[in-house]
Nanobody, 114 residues
Framework: VQLQASGGGLVQPGGSLRLSCAAS????????GAWFRQAPGKGRDLVAS???????WYADSVKGRFTISRDNAKNTVYLQMNSLKPEDTAAYLC?????????WGRGTLVTVSS
């Protein structure tokens, strides 16, 4: 299984970005897709997750601003990020738990700055 993340970039405070994570390979029907982020010099934090049934979870810091969604036909998980703040600046990494396996994609950098 390979995960390809895309959609990062430079955005001004208050702006929006949409991240995508496309999975390829043999994926279990029952799986959980998630986005983590890691700011420079800090640990990796879970931002949001969504299971194959559509149940979602969000970190308190992004509730009401970020929306995670998925397109099962395309094996893709999205993260819509609105009202971005400078403290959202980080490398965003997608993650997939499929069966007993955990997969990571390469990070996509999000920079929020004026």
């Amino acid at each position: 299984v390979q995960l390809q993340a895309s959609g990062g970039g430079l955005v001004q405070p208050g702006g929006s970005l949409r991240l995508s994570c496309a999975a390829s390979g043999a994926i279990s029907r029952t799986n959980v897709g998630a986005w983590f982020r890691q700011a420079p010099g800090k640990g990796r934090d879970l931002v949001a997750s969504i299971n194959s049934g559509g149940d979602t979870w969000y970190a308190d810091s992004v509730k009401g601003r970020f929306t995670i969604s998925r397109d099962n036909a395309k094996n893709t998980v999205y993260l819509q990020m609105n009202s971005l703040k400078p403290e959202d600046t980080a490398a965003y990494l997608c993650n997939l738990v499929s069966g007993s396996n955990i997969y990571w994609g390469r990070g996509t950098l999000v920079t929020v700055s004026s």
